[in-house]
């Protein structure tokens, strides 16, 4: 049951040109959507969050947009940089009395060439 | 800057013995969580912990599984008879209730859990 879903498995990017993540969601109880960006052998870090309330939300180089209507959010990061390559995954989560059960998406591994 | 921090980075242990993974969350945070990434799939939830208490957990959190807060600082994973199928990496993470809109959950750089 793959609730979030993010169909590129990779992209690959010249440094300095535009990146744009994908996902998909099906679930429309959720509220709340966040990306998350993995190095190998770390955890996952806290990128950008957007709430269901708006439709974009931008942060330096990062912008997340959000499309209630169609499901679909989607990562740009502009202008990319090398050090930007890791594995980008996108999350969701709804109102679960305070916490968060977070459903992650399968990630999309991008790779900025320079 | 505060930091999620697991212990061992690595366990290795044989089908059927008990595992205890362990985590300090950061200090001031009030909800934890255990999630999992088998090798080469996404991160799954599988429970939440908040006031002592378990608040959710996923279908893979079976009877195998129970977490705990043994003291004010670190938050445990156990798996009573581990399986194969339960090697993966093993992330916790911690969240400040008070963080308002921004929701950011903190991940622990992982334990990677081989079951042979």
């Known amino acids: 049951d793959q609730q979030v879903k993010q169909n590129s498995p990779s992209l690959s990017v010249q440094e300095g040109r535009i990146s744009i993540l994908n996902c998909d969601y099906t679930?429309?109880?959720?509220?709340?959507f966040l990306w998350y960006k993995k190095y190998p052998a770390e955890g996952p870090t806290f990128l950008i969050s957007i709430s269901s309330i708006k439709d974009k939300n931008e942060d330096g180089r990062f912008t997340v947009f959000l499309n209630k209507s169609a499901k679909h959010l989607s990562l740009h990061i502009v202008p990319s940089q090398p050090g930007d390559s890791a594995v980008y995954f996108c999350?969701?989560?709804?109102?679960?009395?305070?916490?968060?059960?977070?459903?992650f998406g399968t990630g999309t591994k991008l790779q900025v060439i320079p | 800057e505060p930091e999620v921090t697991q212990t061992p980075s690595h366990q290795v242990t044989q089908m059927g013995q008990e595992v205890i993974l362990r985590c300090v969350p950061i200090?001031?945070?009030?909800?934890f969580y255990w999630y999992r990434q088998i090798l080469g799939q996404k991160v799954e939830f599988l429970v939440s912990f908040y006031n002592n208490e378990i608040s959710e957990k996923s279908e893979i959190f079976d009877d195998q599984f129970s977490v705990e807060r043994p003291d004010g600082s670190n938050f445990t994973l156990k798996i009573r008879s581990t399986k194969l199928e339960d090697s993966a990496m093993y992330f916790c993470a911690s969240e400040d209730v008070t963080s308002g809109f921004l929701r950011e959950q903190f991940f622990g750089p992982g334990t990677r859990l081989t079951v042979l």
């Open positions: 200090s001031n945070h009030l909800y």
């Open positions: 999350a969701a989560s709804s109102p679960s009395g305070g916490y968060q059960k977070v459903t």
């Open positions: 679930n429309s109880m959720f509220d709340y």
